[in-house]
Structure formats: structure tokens, C-alpha cells
């Protein structure tokens, strides 16, 4: 399990299992690469995965983000990691923050070296605009932003604060608020409000709570979503690829017809409807996943 260079000095954590055709997976936000060892113990002996721990996360989570725009960020290491391994006729996976990672790459650089693509329950336009609804969080995405735009606020106030415990008791009380509405927003439980609040507002609760424990990285990701941009869309008609879609039909983030609708745009794309999935299929139908995974693999 190397740590590998990167450009920027730093080393990022690559864990890597299996023998055969080489298959590179993206982890969503706050994911560990041991989150997708269940399902690839059925194909450790046809394929050989390289399973990376983004900045911030895993045995990655001492590395901190050093750009403004965050998917460029994983971006530029996702390329070290190919680099540094010589990655070439592999297979590519991204799921949620990873999707983005990945159409980010496809913008920027194409998918060269990229023989299919599997993309897991993200949207191909983040920020929503005139003709698309279907961003983050869908319809009600404004409400989302708006809650972020004033979480960033406060969290501006204390620039040199590293953690959430260690701002003043009012700016943590104040923190939490905002927190608790749009955790219990996006999850669509408006009723776990003042239970998330009450528990955000304890030293050291948070860190056992959210993705993120850094506030650094959190104020890098608040900006980033809340600017609304990354259209990958008229990149994806340039995808030349196979491209496997997985598309969680309840999930409460990205909206289905907004994942659906890559298929308008890539040549070649196939949907694969979770129907008793939300936003982490991988958890909700894990039997279904790891056979739709197989047919991803062995370009079924």
C-alpha cells in the first residue's frame, strides 16, 4: 500500500489489490479506498485495482487541499497516480466527488489511456442554470447554497482556526445551526434538525459526525459547490469511451433525470437504475452493485 509523490512534494496514499487489467477507483467525499474492498474480492483474480485516498481522507487525511477549485485538485493527483503506476488500457471509476474528478480529467485532458468509464451517482453539471435543474440537490439547490454561502461566512472569521472546537463557543453554537439545516436538508429529514444541532455544537462531536474535520478543506469545499460551476456536459459529447452510468433513482443529492441525462450527451453510455438506491448504492444494494460491477468490468 505505497504512498506515491505528487507534484506539489506531498504523497498521497495508493492502496492496491488484485492481478490483471489495471482498474483506477475515485472515492466519493470522506470516503477511505477500504470502503470498496467488499465488492472487488470477486475479481481480485482478473483485475488488479488502484484504489487512492483523496486528500483530506484515509491514510490521505494529513494532506491537505492547495487550490481553490477542488476537483482540479484531485484532478492533478489522479494524473500522478497514473503516472507514477503507467497506467495505460485501464479501466476508470468515479463515484459522487470521484465522478466529478473524473469529467473534470475528461474536460481538461480527455480520457486518454481510458478503455470505459463507470460513473456513480453524480451529476454531469453541478451548479444548476437555464435548461438544467438537475445540479446538486436539484430544485432546491439555492436553499443548499445559500445555507453553505453562510456557513463559509462564519467559518471566514477564524481563518487560522484548523478545527471546529477551536472557534469561540458562540461561532460553534452558530456553526452548528447552520450545519444541522443543511445536513438535515440534504438528507431530507428536516426532523434530525435539532438532534444534528444539539450534537454539532459538542467539542469533538463534529469530527466524528462529518466528512470533514478540517476547516481548511471545508472552507475550500463550501466554495467550490456553492460557485455553482463545472459543466461537463459538452465534454462528455467529445467521450469516445464506453461509459456505464449508475444511477441511484432516490437519491436525495443528485437528481435522477439530471444522471439519466448523460446518456444525451456520451455517445456511448448505458444507465444502470438502483431502484431502492439514494445517493450510495454501493451501501443500500450492495448484491446488485457488486454484480453490476462484474458487468462493468468484463464490459458486459
Known sequence: MPSIPL??????????????????????????????LPFLLPYLHRFRFYLPDFRGFGRSAHL?????????????????????????????????????????????????????????????CVGNREGWPHGLFGERQDELFAGMRRLQAVLDQYPAAAYLNELP???????AVVMAEVFSLMGGRPAMEPLLRRLLAMPGMASRLLPLSR?????????????????YRESLSRCSVPVTVMVGMR????????????????????IVRFEKSGHVPLMDEPLRFTRELGNFLYGR
Do not use: C
Not at 215 to 231: F, K, T, V
Open 64 to 124: 491537505r487541499l492547495n487550490q481553490a477549485d477542488v476537483f482540479r485538485n484531485h484532478m492533478e493527483d489522479v494524473q500522478d497516480v497514473i503516472a507514477h503506476f503507467g497506467l495505460r488500457d485501464f479501466l476508470l471509476t468515479g463515484y459522487s466527488l470521484g465522478g466529478s474528478t473524473a469529467l473534470h480529467l475528461l474536460h481538461e485532458h480527455g480520457f486518454e489511456g481510458v478503455k470505459r468509464y463507470l460513473h456513480i451517482d453524480q451529476s454531469p
Open 251 to 270: 437519491s436525495p443529492l443528485y437528481p435522477p433525470a439530471g444522471q439519466m441525462a448523460m446518456a444525451d450527451y456520451a455517445p456511448r453510455a448505458r
Open 169 to 175: 463557543a458562540p461561532s460553534r453554537r452558530d456553526v
Open 7 to 36: 507534484r506539489d512534494g506531498h504523497a498521497l496514499h495508493v492502496r492496491t489489490i488484485g492481478r490483471g487489467q489495471p482498474v483506477l477507483m475515485l472515492p466519493g467525499l470522506g470516503m477511505s479506498s477500504s470502503h470498496w
Open 215 to 231: 476547516l481548511d478543506d471545508a472552507r475550500r469545499y463550501l466554495a467550490a459547490y456553492s460557485a455553482g460551476g463545472h459543466d
